[in-house]
């Protein structure tokens, strides 16, 4: 069964992209799906100004392991966040930086609470790119200006979610994995979406929303 079968249940594309911002305003998770030519997974993403431990916690357990901070180029650019590798040839162009841990209030960085306290240093209006260790246990990913009109990511979704929400523009991701360590599908996804009260969405979604309200986002 493809994609659009499974989020049949969901409503249409537009419903989809609506119950997920009124999600994430409540400060809920959302799955987000790209294409099924693309990576084919599924993303949790929480809006990371409402993250809470329990909720990094569930991706931890449920998830790759890998949490990653999903910025702005200009939030990035404050906090002095340099490419993880100058010359970036992965199949994606995912535009990984840095790892970061806070510098302040933490132990060793791994836990749930160290890496919610992390993000909180991170996506601080004020924040200084002196309050962040390098490395560390967050993987910021830098948002590439045009959001998923321009690439379409997990990473410019997250961002673009966030600025139609009204939220800040800073979300958390991290890749949904099966008990035994495998991607999960969609129809795994979908499962695991009804089971934790998560709307689902993909990015074509996104991008038939922005068409439509002609929305011009950062």
Not at 47 to 63: D, F, H, K, N
Not at 96 to 122: L, P, W
Request: glycine letters at 6%; hydrophobic letters at 40%; one cysteine or more.
């Amino acid at each position: 069964m493809n994609q659009l079968s499974l989020l049949a249940e969901f409503g249409d594309s537009i419903t989809r992209v609506e119950n997920a911002l009124q999600a994430l305003r409540e400060g809920r998770g959302v799955l987000l799906l790209d294409d099924e030519s693309r990576e084919n997974e599924g993303d949790i993403i929480y809006s990371a100004a409402t993250l809470t431990v329990e909720q990094m916690a569930l991706m931890i357990r449920e998830c790759s392991g890998i949490v990653c901070l999903c910025l702005t180029d200009e939030q990035a650019n404050q906090l002095d966040l340099p490419p993880m590798v100058q010359a970036n040839d992965s199949q994606n162009q995912t535009a990984f930086t840095v790892s970061i841990e806070a510098r302040h209030g933490v132990t060793t960085g791994v836990s749930a609470k160290d890496r919610v306290t992390t993000i909180k240093a991170a996506i601080n209006p004020n924040a200084k790119p002196e309050e962040l260790a390098r490395p560390g246990h967050v993987f910021p990913l830098r948002a590439r200006k045009g959001g998923v009109m321009a690439r379409r990511g997990h990473t410019e979704g997250t961002v673009d979610l966030m600025q139609m929400a009204g939220l800040l523009p800073s979300g958390v991701l991290c890749e949904l994995t099966n008990s035994d360590g495998t991607m999960a599908n969609a129809a795994e996804i979908v499962a695991f979406a009804c089971s934790h009260n998560m709307p689902v969405l993909t990015i074509e979604d996104m991008v038939q929303y922005r068409i439509r309200y002609d929305l011009k986002l950062a």
